[in-house]
């Protein structure tokens, strides 16, 4: 069983700030993946950025990292605190024309790779190890 957390976080100002983004990965309670980075505003083409941006870049890396491992026949549980990524990537929302609109069209094309995901909105206080990797670099300094 793979079980997944993400979490994006834009600061010091959402949108237009810097970029962190948090993951974690297990399979059976062991992490086999995790992700703590900061893209600042400008790095990597990353001109417009926001909250949504940082939080669908969190579960992209996921996504990709359990396709590398070739586990898209495994049943898998992604959880994050955004209700936004959630629903969207249940398909009970539709992706608007948000700065955020590639990354969601990335993860969606992404998620049709996998046979079994499921995605389950948590309370932020239920994805603490996912925030505390994508604030790691962030506004805690400001």
Same mark, same amino acid.
């Given at each position: 069983?793979?079980?997944? =957390?993400? *979490?994006? %976080?834009?600061y010091?100002?959402?949108?237009?700030?810097?970029?962190g983004?948090?993951?974690?990965?297990?399979?059976? *309670?062991?992490?086999?993946?995790?992700?703590?980075?900061?893209?600042?505003?400008?790095?990597?083409?990353?001109?417009?950025?926001?909250?949504?941006?940082?939080?669908?870049? %969190?579960?992209?890396?996921?996504?990709?990292?359990?396709?590398?491992?070739?586990?898209?026949?495994?049943?898998? #549980?992604?959880?994050? *605190?955004?209700?936004?990524?959630?629903?969207?990537?249940?398909? #009970? !929302?539709?992706?608007?024309?948000?700065? =955020?609109?590639?990354q969601?069209?990335?993860?969606?094309?992404?998620?049709?790779?996998?046979?079994?995901?499921?995605?389950? !909105?948590?309370?932020?206080?239920?994805?603490?190890?996912? *925030?505390?990797?994508?604030?790691?670099y962030? =506004?805690?300094k =400001?």
């Amino acid at each position: 069983m793979i079980t997944a =957390y993400f *979490d994006g %976080a834009c600061y010091p100002k959402n949108p237009n700030g810097n970029m962190g983004i948090g993951a974690i990965v297990y399979e059976n *309670d062991k992490v086999i993946h995790t992700v703590s980075k900061e893209i600042k505003i400008g790095q990597q083409g990353y001109f417009q950025t926001s909250n949504n941006v940082s939080e669908y870049l %969190a579960l992209i890396s996921i996504l990709e990292k359990l396709i590398e491992l070739e586990y898209t026949q495994e049943k898998i #549980d992604i959880y994050g *605190d955004s209700q936004l990524v959630i629903r969207q990537m249940r398909g #009970d !929302w539709r992706v608007n024309s948000g700065i =955020y609109a590639k990354q969601a069209l990335t993860a969606i094309a992404l998620n049709k790779k996998f046979k079994k995901i499921r995605y389950h !909105w948590i309370p932020r206080e239920q994805n603490e190890l996912a *925030d505390n990797l994508s604030t790691a670099y962030s =506004y805690k300094k =400001y």
